[in-house]
């Protein structure tokens, strides 16, 4: 039953920006969880992007990619979002949004809960 839907990945230059959306099903509520993004590229493992948590709303990011992105959330669309812009080529992945328990700086892929299907985001010229 996926519980998690991601959309917003392409194909994008470098420099460019993404949006990703990370939508609830139907009968399923984010607002009691914690939000994660994670991103997965050829060959490597699956790393933590960034999280924002359910009550107060504060972020972690991994230091890759502080201030470049921004995680948020939508409680009443039921959504959670990832804007990503000054985009690198080392940022393709397929990448993920995970239900957590906890947003914590570790951004540990073993405190993922629900995970969406994942989205494809490509940077290259």
């Known amino acids: 039953q996926v519980k998690l839907v991601e959309s917003g990945g392409g194909l994008v230059q470098p420099g460019g920006s993404l949006r990703l959306s990370c939508a609830a099903a139907p009968g399923f509520t984010l607002d009691m969880y914690a939000i994660g993004w994670f991103r997965q590229a050829p060959g490597k493992e699956r790393e933590g992007v960034s999280c924002i948590s359910s009550s107060t709303g504060s972020t972690r990011y991994a230091d890759s990619v502080k201030g470049r992105f921004t995680i948020s959330r939508d409680n009443v669309k039921n959504t959670a979002y990832l804007q990503m812009n000054s985009l690198k080529p080392e940022d393709t992945a397929v990448y993920y949004c995970?239900?957590?328990?906890?947003?914590?700086?570790?951004?540990?892929?073993?405190?993922?809960?629900?995970w969406g299907q994942g989205t494809q985001v490509t940077v290259s010229s």
């Open positions: 995970a239900t957590l328990g906890i947003c914590t700086i570790a951004l540990s892929t073993s405190g993922a809960l629900d």
